[in-house]
């Protein structure tokens, strides 16, 4: 499977979600996870960060970051991304059985990611031992037109069953997306 995303990395980042190369949309991406996230410099694992266009938005507002993802070439491209950034740092490994401290984050990111994995429940409760007292999971995800993904149902009876108390937020506002969608996207923090 790390090969399929090896050979998605090159154009990876020219999706608008992905990049955030639009000032539009990366100031809406920074907002979003502004709103939810505690102050900097609180500490955040993302989770099948991909080219670490969210890990970097994160260390340049202050956030710790280490960003996981199996895709050798994803990594590769957020480690240039990041350039010499402070508190950023990448690791070539699996999202669903991150090799990170237990109880040592404040917050566990993922995007669009839970939907892909074989065993949800089981990456959850890892996740979950990430986090420390009061830490969060802010999971972005979606169920799209294809029929792939979580609906928000089954993502926050997900969370339940991890002992979150999850809150969902849609979104449905195409500066996110770089243009109008037609599926369930949505932000789910627990």
């Known amino acids: 499977m790390s090969e399929l995303w090896d050979a998605e990395a090159a154009a990876f980042d020219d999706e608008p ?3 955030l190369r639009d000032p539009a949309t990366r100031e809406a991406w920074r907002a ?3 709103r939810h996230l505690p102050g ?8 099948g960060c991909g080219t670490g266009t ?8 202050g956030y710790a970051v280490d960003g996981v993802d199996f895709s050798s070439q994803m990594v590769a491209r957020a480690r240039a991304k990041a350039g010499d950034r402070d508190g950023l740092a990448f690791v070539v490994a699996d999202a669903a059985e991150p090799p990170l401290a237990e ?9 669009h990611v839970l939907w892909a994995l074989s065993d949800q429940p089981a990456a959850l409760g890892g996740w979950v031992r ?5 830490g969060l999971l802010l999971l972005v995800e979606g169920f799209w037109h294809t029929g792939a993904g979580l609906t928000a ?10 002992g979150r108390t999850p809150t969902t937020y849609r979104l449905d506002d195409p500066v996110y997306w770089g243009g109008p969608i037609r599926d369930e996207r949505y932000l789910v923090v627990a």
């Open 130 to 134: 990430l986090l420390g007292p009061g």
């Open 103 to 111: 109880g040592g984050y404040d917050v566990v990111l993922s995007r």
């Open 17 to 19: 979600d992905h990049g």
């Open 40 to 47: 900097p410099p609180a500490r955040i694992a993302d989770l």
């Open 54 to 61: 969210l890990s970097v938005l994160l260390a340049d507002e």
């Open 32 to 34: 979003l996870l502004r």
């Open 153 to 162: 149902t089954r993502t926050t009876a997900l969370l339940r069953d991890a």
